[in-house]
């Protein structure tokens, strides 16, 4: 029963995140300007679609998780404060937060460069002074809608746990001649067994214990 339920658990949650990452995006890019005039919200749209074209293919990698489509790129407008300490040297300023790759890290000012030249054939931003400023950075992200799931998960673990130890543990030195090792995990204490001519040790940890391990629930 426990081994159903928690993969069931495990395989809503699964489900859940996916919906829940499509609304999350990465790249961000800040797009702070000093007077640049857009004829139209329209036309402002138009230019975000394009910058985030251009960003998405000069920062798409091989990497898991790397590859973009422009739908995945976010673009904020805002115009430059009087206080900044840029505004007085520059008309347009692109802030480019994206997640860091090793494949996206090795070329990254060629990325840039691509990125510069792209954007500053926009006729808003043709002939104007500015620059491109891509940061790249280690990230995580968990959505509250998340933790529910988590603690489901959890609180499955607890019960397995309560019901293993109650288990008898076998020493493998007293088992006859052909009969299975068993271990135990080291999580909530389930019993595992493999062949007796086994060549490599079972896990560490169970099936579901190994999937909380991975989220990160379990040391």
């Known amino acids: 029963m426990y081994f159903t339920s928690w993969k069931?658990?495990?395989?809503?949650?699964?489900?859940?995140?996916?919906v829940i990452s499509k609304g999350v995006t990465m790249p961000l890019v800040?797009?702070?300007h000093k007077?640049?005039?857009?004829?139209?919200?329209?036309?402002l749209e138009k230019i975000k679609g394009i910058i985030k074209e251009i960003v998405a293919g000069a920062l798409t990698c091989p990497d898991s998780g790397g590859e973009l489509v422009p739908k995945e790129v976010e673009v904020e407008v805002?115009?430059?404060?009087?206080?900044?300490?840029?505004?007085?040297?520059?008309?347009?300023?692109?802030?480019?937060?994206?997640?860091?790759?090793?494949?996206?890290?090795?070329?990254?000012?060629?990325?840039?460069?691509?990125?510069a030249v792209?954007?500053?054939?926009?006729?808003?931003?043709?002939g104007m002074s500015g620059f491109v400023w891509v940061r790249l950075f280690p990230a995580a992200f968990t959505d509250f809608a998340q933790?529910?799931?988590?603690?489901?998960?959890l609180e499955q673990f607890e019960q397995r746990r309560t019901k293993?130890?109650?288990?008898?543990?076998?020493?493998n030195t007293s088992l006859r001649a052909g009969s299975p090792m068993y271990f135990y995990c080291v999580g909530c204490g389930a019993e595992m067994t493999v062949p007796e001519n086994y060549t490599a040790r079972a896990s560490s940890h169970c099936d579901a214990c190994g999937e909380l391990k991975k989220l990160g629930l379990l040391k």
Do not use: C, W
């Open 35 to 43: 007077g640049v005039r857009f004829p139209t919200p329209t036309r």
């Open 78 to 115: 805002k115009v430059s404060e009087l206080g900044d300490s840029l505004h007085e040297r520059y008309a347009v300023m692109f802030y480019i937060d994206a997640n860091d790759f090793p494949s996206r890290k090795e070329n990254l000012q060629s990325r840039s460069n691509a990125i």
């Open 147 to 153: 933790t529910a799931q988590y603690a489901k998960l």
């Open 164 to 171: 293993n130890r109650k288990i008898k543990r076998k020493d």
């Open 118 to 126: 792209k954007i500053s054939t926009i006729p808003e931003f043709h």
């Open 8 to 18: 069931f658990a495990l395989g809503v949650f699964s489900r859940q995140l996916r």
């Open 30 to 32: 800040r797009l702070v």
